[in-house]
Every structure is written in C-alpha cells, then in structure tokens.
DNA sequence: TAGGCCATGTAACCGGTTACATGATTAG
DNA sequence: CTAATCATGTAACCGGTTACATGGCCTA
C-alpha cells in the first residue's frame, strides 16, 4: 500500500466525515499523526482526485460567520479501495534521523554541541511520549490503543537507552578533541 | 541540517574519497545505510553540484577492462561546511509505518491478514538487526558503533514487544469479524 | 489592534525515484 | 548463454512542501 497523503484521507473518511481543514488537524495532532503530517497543498488535491475517481464525495455547508465548509464522505468503492489497501502486507518502515548522523560524525563535533543534540532528542522524545499520552487519554479505539501502547514503549525504551548511554557518545567527542590538542 | 543526498554525500567523502557507485553502496549497503538509501539517479547529480560548489574535487581513473571511475574528494570548504552543518541541533526524526496504519485498522483486516502483516514485520525487524550486526562485525569506528548498539536496542526493543503482544493485536480482528458474523 | 483560528484552494518549487541509454567483464 | 557487477549519467515523472491569495471572527 502506499502511505500517501491520499490513503491517508481515505483513513481518515472510512471512520467518519471531515473536510480537508479536520483532516490536515488530524494528521498533525490527532490519532493519525503516527503516519503522516501533512500540509494543505498535499490534502486539498488528493480530496480532489479521491472525489473525481468516485472514492468519496462532497457536500457544501455554509455557515454564519464562518467560511463553508466542503464535507467528505467515503462512498462504498472508497471503502472497498482501503480495505484491498489494508490488505497487502506492509511495505519497510521508513526511518530516518539526523541524530544519528550526528552521534556516527560524535568525533567531529564539539562535546557541548554534542550534549546539546542530545538534549534536544530527549526533548522530541518527550514530546512524542506526551503526545501519546494525550491521544490514548480521549481514545477508546482498540486498533488506535494498541498502536499507541506500542509507540509508547518503543519510544521510552529509546529514551532509556539514550539516558544511560548518552556519557560514552559524549566521551568520543571528548577524547576526539583531547587528541586534536595533543597533536598541535 | 538537511538530511538528505547532498550531505549523505559529504559525509561519506569526510572519511574517504569515493566515487558515485561506491556512494550508493555505502549507502545502501554499508554503514550509513541507517539514513538514507539513495540512487544514482540522486547521487550523480548531487556529486556535480558539489563539485560546482568547490565543496568537492574529482579525477578520473581508467581501468582496463573497465568503465573509467570518477573518484571524488572533499575540499576544505567541504569539511567546514559538513562540520557547520552537524553543529545544528537536529531536527525530528522522521518514521513513517505502514504496518502501524494496518494494525490501527486492525478491525477492518483479516485475521490471518493481520497475522501475516505481524510475520513481515518481524522479518524486516530481523532483517535490520543481521544488517545493523554485519555492520558492527567489521566496523572499529566508535561514533558507528554506538550508533549501531543504539540500533540494535530499539529494534530488538521493539521485536520483543511485538512478539510478546501480537496476540492482542489479532483478538481485535477475530472479534470484529465475530462482531459482523453476528450481525448478518 | 495584533495574532490566531477557521476555511478553501492554487502555483512555484524541490528533492527524490524510476526508467532509460550504454557497454565491457566475469561468474555460474 | 544469462545474469550480475562495475560504472556513469540523463530525462520524465511524482509526491510532497512552502508560499501565496482571500477573508471574517474571536481573543488577549
């Protein structure tokens, strides 16, 4: 299955109404901010090519005081489309960090600079594991309690690891710069 | 930083000189493999670009019996331009899971779809923990190596809980599929 | 009164992938 | 004889981001 911004309205509809404004907050903040974060310039056009390829359709609510609002539904061929999506057995997770770029170049950087690297992944991992928090306290769904469980563990037994392993990273750094003074 | 071919490539060429075929090795196969995995059709004309930039040197070697080899190098400037650059306190990482999209909608799968989906992903799990093991075989490098144990934890970390919790993950699908059984 | 939220959408750009083009050597 | 490895590079395409355009309401 492809994890594009357009399975991802697809998701998103299968379980309830929205309208690309709901979708874009959802993706950034609620339950499906795991996947994908994305922007307006991606969701807006993907609703579109989703209506015309009859997986969803439209209706328009106008508001007092408010812009309109354009409502997707999921239609049955959309629902069918997901499911077959669901189905295919999932592609490798994409992983990519500049963390550990910066702990494999340790030597190269300056011991402060390293412990501020460090200190600023502990804080994204914080703010992930609050995150979850936040989503698991007002969720009941099943599937979505699970995925969170397991990212809550995932994500602190990383920042465990980190906690009591980040001294040796920092002691390359030191020992590489040690051995840059021996040497002028 | 920007994490992506430009400074896979300057990284790279920090340590050794290299040409664009041994990148995309190095790249995919050897011990920066945990970032990117980059092609030709990338690398190539990031390598120019580098070049045009002075950030990079190249000669070429003829060999007998085969193509000519581009070996690049890096300058100065390139140097001072990575260092800069990993100086920057690093921005999130980004993970992205199709499985995590199938297990949260795990009522709406199979359950030996779901099942199947689990096998994969502990075969790709697997598959990065031999990876990330071969790299630490032959690698003396200490910045590497701390990053390859980190690996290593969080991926085994995660195969464990996997493991010791999938049967949670399947009883969501056998009782929705109970659920709808009951209902017709 | 400044900034944030609601709400939709387009256009320019960018960083990548995939496929194509070429071609010799070597191992199975 | 076939497939893989070595080796470089281009062109078409694609899926996204960022910035722009518009505009009213509400809160600090």
New interface residues.
């Given amino acids: 299955?492809g994890?594009n911004v357009r399975?991802l309205c697809l998701?998103i509809l299968?379980f309830q109404e929205a309208t690309g404004y709901e979708i874009r907050k959802l993706s950034t903040e609620g339950?499906?901010s795991?996947?994908?974060d994305a922007s307006f310039g991606s969701i807006y056009p993907a609703l579109g090519r989703l209506e015309q390829d009859g997986l969803v359709t439209s209706r328009e609510e106008t508001q007092i005081g408010k812009p309109a609002r354009k409502i997707f539904s999921i239609t049955e061929a959309g629902r069918q489309t997901?499911?077959e999506e669901?189905?295919q057995?999932?592609?490798?997770?994409?992983?990519?960090?500049?963390?550990?770029?910066?702990?494999?170049?340790?030597?190269?950087?300056?011991a402060p600079?390293i412990a501020?690297?460090i200190e600023?992944?502990l804080g994204?991992l914080d703010a992930e594991l609050e995150h979850i928090t936040s989503v698991l306290e007002d969720c009941e769904?099943?599937?979505?309690r699970?995925?969170c469980?397991?990212?809550l563990?995932?994500i602190s037994?990383?920042k465990d690891?980190?906690t009591k392993?980040r001294a040796?990273?920092e002691a390359?750094a030191e020992q590489a710069a040690a051995a840059r003074d021996a040497a002028e």
């Fill in positions: 299955m994890m399975t998701s299968y339950r499906f795991h996947f994908v997901f499911i669901l189905n057995p999932p592609s490798q997770d994409v992983f990519r960090s500049e963390f550990l770029m910066i702990g494999m170049c340790a030597e190269l950087v300056d600079r501020a690297a600023t992944r994204q769904h099943p599937g979505t699970w995925v469980e397991y990212g563990h995932c037994s990383s690891y980190l392993n040796r990273l390359i």
